[in-house]
């Protein structure tokens, strides 16, 4: 019988804290949910709650595959149903049609939930390697992913329906001085530089030579927005990419997503706090990149390159350091960032986290809304997957969006970070912030 190292059993303890967190955190954001509410499928884009509880359990199936060839999944039809696009693992069952199947049952899955948990504790006590203690980090962040995406989902299925947790006492704003700020140019290594948790696509650390530039101090805001929409933005393809455009025709956009006119000709939002008035204070939420790209070109801007926003959150000028957020390397708390923990459920008004800037003094670039940049997501130089089907295999087609959302977990942000979505996709937390060649 191996004995296992009192170092990895220590490293166990911490590890298993970090999961029941992880878990009880999931099950916080589906609790105000009824019954009736786990199945249902809205969009083509968008997952039954149910199917969220299912696979982010399976995936530590597939965790403790990995470490143990011998490992037996539960079932093979739960396998089907909640693999997601793991080719490797198996035909997965059609994502828009997630919401057809009525087995297994909620009170099944969230049974199989709590399965899992009692194997993945088991497993846990038993490591002592530190490729499989890495693994399971994996596994600890592809849940907080889906956290996130169940914010979305959710959203999206009940909208004020919703009642959660919800914290009243909004952060104090500061005075709001819309501006853009010069970066110099020269170069800057890129990538993630320390030594916890980072995915395998925010490696290796490379040089990139950018030339000065213009960043804005605050993302665009709704009342900003509104100007364009105004100026007949969604009526003039001048702005607008070929494919933007025909998505434009195509699905009849003429504003943000969950946007509405009232009677009066008032343009309204319809979210977590129900339907109201647009505040033209908060940043802009639900767009897609072809709209930030046609924003900016109405403007006469750009949209940032990644490298370009990466370095005007992480750099440190005086210092010539990067750091892990744009405040520095202080874990975030509530006077950083609005972020999941913050239980806001919506962006909060430009100005309100002050002691969030970078050191340049750019505004809010952690938390609020996902940004979009011109970047196309693909590897960097060198770049080496660490877990097979993860993400390599969504190098096309998809734009980078940097730094977080008001969905996004506390435990899963920082500079590096590289979100991906669809040009078109705009049912996550996206907004931007414009830039400008100098």
Not at 257 to 285: A, F, K, T
Not at 378 to 387: E, H, L, N, R, T
Request: hydrophobic letters at 35%; proline letters at 5%.
């Amino acid at each position: 019988m191996t004995t296992v190292p009192t170092e990895s059993i220590e490293k166990s303890k911490i590890y298993l804290m970090q999961f029941d967190k992880t878990r009880s955190q999931t099950l916080e954001l589906v609790q105000p949910l009824e019954k009736e509410d786990y199945v249902v499928q809205t969009a083509f884009f968008m997952s039954p709650p149910k199917w969220h509880l299912g696979h982010v359990s399976w995936f530590y199936e597939v965790v403790m595959s990995k470490i143990d060839s011998n490992y037996k999944f539960f079932s093979k039809q739960y396998s089907k149903i909640f693999n997601s696009y793991y080719q490797s693992m198996g035909e997965p069952h059609d994502k828009a049609k997630r919401g057809i199947l009525s087995r297994p049952t909620v009170d099944e899955t969230m049974a199989y939930f709590f399965t899992i948990n009692k194997k993945v504790e088991e497993f846990l006590f038993n490591l002592d390697s530190e490729e499989d203690f890495e693994l399971f980090q994996l596994a600890f962040n592809h849940e907080y992913q889906h956290q996130e995406l169940l914010v979305y989902d959710i959203q999206h299925l009940l909208a004020d329906a919703y009642n959660p947790v919800r914290r009243n006492n909004l952060p104090k704003l500061s005075p709001v001085e819309k501006k853009s700020i010069k970066i110099e140019e020269g170069l800057f290594v890129m990538g993630y530089s320390g030594t916890d948790f980072s995915y395998d696509i925010e490696q290796p650390e490379h040089k990139v030579y950018l030339n000065p530039y213009l960043m804005d101090v605050f993302p665009v805001t709704n009342g900003e927005y509104v100007k364009f929409i105004e100026d007949g933005g969604y009526r003039n393809f001048r702005f607008w990419l070929a494919d933007g455009w025909e998505a434009v025709k195509k699905n009849d956009w003429n504003a943000p997503m969950y946007w509405e006119r009232d009677e009066s000709g008032v343009w309204i939002r319809h979210d977590y706090r129900g339907r109201q008035m647009i505040n033209p204070n908060e940043p802009v939420c639900n767009v897609s990149y072809y709209e930030a790209d046609a924003y900016c070109k109405w403007a006469g801007k750009r949209l940032p390159t990644e490298a370009e926003w990466e370095k005007a959150a992480s750099w440190n000028e005086d210092k010539k350091i990067k750091t892990i957020y744009p405040w520095g390397n202080e874990s975030p708390t509530e006077i950083h960032a609005n972020l999941l923990e913050s239980y806001l459920w919506a962006p909060a008004e430009i100005g309100s986290y002050p002691e969030g800037k970078s050191h340049y003094g750019c505004h809010q670039m952690m938390g609020d809304v996902w940004e979009w940049t011109s970047s196309d997501f693909v590897g960097y130089p060198g770049f080496k997957s660490s877990f097979v089907e993860y993400n390599d295999k969504w190098f096309c087609n998809q734009k980078v969006l940097r730094g977080a959302s008001f969905a996004t977990p506390r435990l899963s942000i920082r500079n590096s970070y590289r979100n991906f979505f669809r040009p078109e996709e705009r049912w996550m937390f996206a907004g931007f912030r414009c830039s400008e060649d100098i």
